[in-house]
Nanobody, 111 residues
């Protein structure tokens, strides 16, 4: 199982980013996926999840209405669109299949 995130960067408040997670080594379309994040000095926070087919999504209250999770099962890729970013969104964002399978993370800095 391999999950590789990309798309992070430095952005001003109010800006947008699109994170991607390329999955390999398993049948991507059979699994729900999610995003977690960890800010410096803070515990890991669940951000969003999507079911295997992409028809059902859920979000943490802190990002609801600003972030959108999606997936392309043909491309084995998970996405997270981040809009109207706030300084408190600064964190390392991780693509997650389950508790045992995380990516290496991609840094998002809002400043």
């Amino acid at each position: 199982v391999q999950l590789v995130e990309s798309g992070g960067g430095l952005v001003q408040p109010g800006g947008s980013l699109r994170l991607s997670c390329a999955a390999s080594g398993f049948t991507f379309s059979s699994y729900a996926e999610g995003w977690l994040r960890q800010a410096p000095g803070k515990i890991v926070e669940w951000v969003s999840a999507i079911n295997s087919g992409g028809s059902s999504t859920s979000y943490a209250d802190s990002v609801k209405g600003r972030f959108t999770i999606s997936r392309d099962n043909a491309k084995n890729t998970l996405y997270l669109q981040l809009n109207n970013l706030k300084t408190e969104d600064t964190a390392t964002y991780y693509c997650v299949r389950d508790i045992a399978h995380w990516g290496q993370g991609t840094q998002v800095t809002v400043s």
